[in-house]
């Protein structure tokens, strides 16, 4: 079993910064690939980036590549999404989620476990 609690949210402004954490429990964690995920009020929800378990592998959507980046501290089983250059379109509600597959997965249907995610507003 693995739970996951996100942190970092907040209001910014637009072509500034925050840094999100996922802070999981769980000793198989280590073994786990972490992707984050966001929802825009109204909308579905997608695909932000992924980390495979050794974080030798990592993926973006085209729409944040060059501004976020997604790390880990395995010492600390938490997972970090540092995002730049924010704009008003990255509004959304931001989840982490963890697949026990332990590689990249760009859907939904492929992780196992959720946070409750946390609301990030970014302003013009």
């Known amino acids: 079993q693995v739970q996951l609690v996100e942190s970092g949210g907040g209001l910014a402004q637009a072509g500034g910064s925050l840094r999100l954490s996922c802070a999981a429990s769980?000793?198989?964690?280590?073994?786990?690939?972490v992707g984050w995920f966001r929802q825009a009020s109204g909308k579905g929800r997608e695909f932000v980036a992924a980390n495979s378990w050794n974080g030798g592998s990592t993926t973006y959507a085209d729409s944040v590549k060059g501004r976020f980046t997604i790390s880990r501290d395995a010492a600390e089983y938490t997972v970090y999404l540092q995002m730049n250059g924010l704009k008003p379109e990255d509004t959304a509600v931001y989840y982490c989620?963890?697949?026990?597959?332990?590689?990249?997965?760009?859907?939904?249907?492929?992780?196992?476990?959720w946070g409750q995610g946390t609301q990030v507003t970014v302003s013009s």
């Open positions: 769980g000793r198989s964690f280590s073994r786990y690939a």
């Open positions: 989620a963890a697949n026990r597959l332990g590689i990249v997965e760009v859907t939904t249907t492929s992780y196992d476990y």
